[in-house]
């Protein structure tokens, strides 16, 4: 049975920082990601990260400031997130897939298997 279990949410003043981290168990994946959902809004793509070969991609909002890593042998996934925003507030939730669809997929939901049950990000002004 596939588990991911995320930890380093909590409150943070804008323009600070936070490390996410994502521990899977339970299976052996072709990527593993990260969506976001904020209050009253749907779930938005962060970031995901290909194990093959290190790729990793990025929601347009997040480039510069986050950063996806990662160890595949361990099961384990970081996001590290720089001068957060107010807008950044979100539940953070880990996800992984088994099958590679290509990156056109990458930022869709839907093809995303697991899911862990989130842990929340605050980020005061």
């Known amino acids: 049975q596939v588990q991911l279990v995320e930890s380093g949410g909590g409150l943070v003043q804008a323009g600070g920082s936070l490390r996410l981290s994502c521990a899977a168990s339970g299976g052996t994946f072709s990527h593993m990601g990260w969506f976001r959902q904020a209050p009253g809004e749907g779930r938005e793509f962060v970031a995901a990260?290909?194990?093959?070969?290190?790729?990793?991609y990025y929601g347009d909002s997040m480039k510069g400031r986050f950063t996806i890593s990662g160890d595949n042998a361990k099961n384990t996934m970081f996001l590290q997130m720089i001068s957060l925003k107010p807008e950044d507030t979100a539940v953070y939730y880990c996800?992984?897939?088994?099958?590679?669809?290509?990156?056109?997929?990458?930022?869709?939901?839907?093809?995303?298997?697991?899911w862990g049950q989130g842990t929340q990000v605050t980020v005061s002004s």
């Open positions: 990260i290909r194990w093959s070969n290190g790729d990793t």
């Open positions: 996800v992984a897939s088994v099958t590679w669809r290509g990156a056109y997929f990458i930022n869709r939901e839907m093809w995303y298997e697991s």
